[in-house]
């Protein structure tokens, strides 16, 4: 069944094509689009447009359909083109006339658009709080190892002295950026869309303000044409917000996976969170995270697909825009399994003790040396240059009972305010 069927029979190669994979994407959506149609019903009782009676019959219908989504046991045939032609089918082999009447005053654009958007709302919520969660699990290791020294590197070169509780807490507050972004992409998707139709609006006189407030939406998109415009928009700022996230979560990933090295050997996790080589014994390969690493750069990848695709289309609707689904769909899907498995898999990490008096760290402390100089009234560039010659010289000896007090740094880390910055 097409929502669009005239007298004639599209050719079976163009309608593969055309058609892609859509009932499998569409699943997602199958939930937003029974509640986006049991608001339409309603809101076309409320303007005279169908009765109160057909409006009843139809929401107790798509009450059943959602029950069968939830449960699992709704399914889009090769018959349909898509969830909203299924969802029609099944209303009118029930309602017969009655539910030939649900896609009065709308557009399977706007249709689409709307649970869409109802789908993208609940996700980013759902991430906003994975990404919580993942917060307060860091910021309780960062508490736990505070007083943990750890070698910090530039260049991969060591550097200056760290911690344990510098690392965790950066990466915790990092994700307030990240919560702050998607915030930002939750807030644009939750205008309402529907009554755009076509993307030119209806002669019908429709109450979308109804509509709004049914959906829980916080606002509407007023103009018909910018509500159709978002499509495409929504997803390149969607993609966007959780590339930032990913790009956090996959350089913290790379982290784990150097410092889990023997050249480091900084961290750990049970044998059970780990993998084998088939043919070396000794082998524990941080699978888990090499995979969260590249799943994250597959998700940065996202943002230019879709830029690509949207790029320098006119207003209105075009066909590209299917395109959008598949991928915005999945990054979202697989985000939220990444977050889950690296609050799984953090919460076990297993943190050594390190021997900063190991000869290999000794430069550690030469910026801590040449603090005290200079606190002591030597000018900073003859300190630098007198740690500098002992270093070149093999004189020196590293004074390493220097505290770092301003806010933020290894010895005050300022735990209770990154904590403040989630609401």
Not at 42 to 56: D, F, P, Y
Not at 166 to 179: G, N
Request: charged letters at 25%; aromatic letters at 8%.
């Amino acid at each position: 069944m097409k929502l669009w069927k005239k007298d004639f029979t599209l050719d079976k190669t163009i309608e593969n094509f055309t058609v892609g994979n859509d009932r499998e994407i569409d699943l997602h959506i199958a939930k937003y689009d029974i509640l986006a149609s049991k608001a339409h019903a309603k809101m076309l009782a409320s303007v005279g447009i169908i009765s109160t009676k057909e409006a009843e019959t139809l929401v107790a219908a798509l009450d059943e359909l959602l029950e069968h989504v939830i449960t699992g046991n709704f399914e889009i045939e090769n018959d349909f083109e898509d969830v909203h032609s299924k969802i029609e089918y099944e209303l009118t082999k029930k309602l017969g006339d009655t539910g030939k009447k649900i896609h009065t005053a709308r557009s399977r654009n706007d249709q689409v658009l709307v649970a869409l958007q109802l789908y993208y709302k609940n996700e980013l919520q759902v991430i906003i709080e994975k990404v919580k969660a993942l917060f307060h699990t860091l910021m309780a290791l960062a508490e736990q190892y505070k007083e943990q020294l750890l070698p910090g590197y530039t260049h991969l070169q060591v550097a200056m002295p760290s911690s344990f509780g510098l690392w965790f807490s950066a990466y915790a507050e990092s994700l307030v950026d990240d919560i702050d972004v998607l915030a930002a992409s939750l807030k644009i998707v939750d205008q309402n869309p529907l009554g755009s139709a076509a993307g030119y609006g209806s002669s019908f006189p429709i109450d979308r303000d109804f509509t709004t407030k049914e959906l829980n939406f916080s606002t509407l998109k007023y103009n018909v044409v910018a509500a159709q415009m978002a499509r495409g928009k929504n997803e390149r700022i969607i993609s966007s917000s959780l590339g930032n996230l990913a790009n956090t979560l996959s350089k913290f990933s790379m982290d784990i996976c150097l410092y889990m090295s023997q050249n480091f050997g900084f961290i750990s996790f049970p044998d059970e969170l780990t993998t084998g080589s088939s043919i070396m014994p000794h082998k524990k390969n941080p699978d888990v995270f090499e995979l969260i690493r590249g799943k994250c750069n597959q998700i940065q990848a996202i943002q230019t697909e879709m830029l690509l695709l949207t790029n320098n289309l006119p207003s209105g609707y075009h066909r590209d825009y299917q395109l959008l689904k598949e991928n915005s769909i999945k990054a979202i899907e697989n985000t939220k399994t990444i977050v889950d498995i690296f609050t799984y898999a953090i919460q076990q990490i297993i943190v050594k003790d390190i021997d900063i008096n190991d000869e290999k760290y000794k430069y550690l402390f030469t910026v801590d040396n040449i603090n005290t100089l200079v606190t002591d009234g030597m000018p900073f560039r003859e300190a630098y240059q007198k740690i500098s010659s002992e270093v070149e010289q093999g004189t020196y000896i590293p004074d390493t009972s220097k505290k770092h007090s301003h806010i933020g740094s290894i010895h005050n880390l300022s735990l209770e305010e990154i904590k403040r910055k989630i609401s």
